[in-house]
């Protein structure tokens, strides 16, 4: 199999969404990640993917449904490869939560930004519009969603 | 002897086609297509909430200022 070049940086909105039918964005986010499957290498990391379970249990009151979710995160590395946070990682993203100027983004937010720079991604796949018009990811950055 | 030679090339070819067999067997499950396929149905126990709003109590609009979410009328 061709290895798979392309990043996306995969947020939890896209993870709730794809799990959640009544998200006003679940359509789209089938949609999208059934087209870039294939063509890209999807990433995310540990802080996001905290905050989709959390979200998901919330909402759903499903402990079952949602470890099933926890598990698959934890144990299938492909075909999302979620990252655990290292403590560099996790400076930066202090940095950016500390610096922005309004008070816009979440630390899970910060991480993806964090997460984006370090490791160079320059694909996004989001529905936060906070995100996307972040100061902190000013050049070349495409957006999915 | 033709025997002999004709068994020991059947040997490790019946192990591969065994092995070729149980890996077929065994399909890789890919996490995406569970979760596409298995969304979580049921009912909404917070609904018209934002994320932020469950996750924190509150939003912010695109001037930064805090926004709580409207007070549902309880039946």
Redesign the interface.
């Known amino acids: 199999m061709a290895k798979k070049i392309k990043k996306v940086l995969i947020d939890a909105n896209v993870f709730i969404a794809l799990n959640w039918p009544k998200d006003s964005c679940h359509i789209q986010a089938k949609k999208i990640l059934k087209n870039i499957e294939k063509k890209y290498q999807l990433l995310t990391n540990n802080y996001l993917v905290a905050e989709t379970l959390t979200v998901l249990l919330l909402k759903t009151k499903d402990v079952e449904k949602t470890s099933i979710l926890a598990n698959g995160f934890y144990y299938h590395s492909e075909p999302f490869k979620m990252l655990q946070a290292p403590k560099s990682l996790q400076f930066k993203a202090l940095k950016i939560f500390s610096k922005q100027q309004k008070p816009l983004l979440s630390f899970a937010d910060c991480t993806l930004i964090a997460q984006a720079i370090d490791q160079n991604i320059k694909t996004i796949f989001t529905f936060d519009k906070n995100i996307k018009s972040s100061p902190f990811l000013k050049r070349g950055y495409k957006f999915l969603g | 002897m033709a025997d002999f030679i004709r068994q020991q090339i059947k040997k490790p070819l019946k192990i591969k086609v065994k092995s070729i067999k149980k890996q077929k067997r065994k399909k890789k499950?890919?996490?995406?297509d569970?979760?596409?396929n298995?969304?979580?149905?049921?009912?909404?126990?917070?609904p018209g909430l934002t994320?932020?709003e469950?996750?924190?109590g509150y939003t912010?609009n695109k001037?930064?200022e805090?926004v709580w979410p409207k007070k549902s009328k309880k039946s």
Not at chain 2, 29 to 32: D, S, T
Not at chain 2, 38 to 46: A, L, Q, R, S, Y
């Open positions: 499950q890919n996490f995406l569970y979760m596409l298995n969304p979580i149905t049921g009912k909404d126990h917070m994320h932020d469950i996750l924190y912010y001037k930064g805090k």
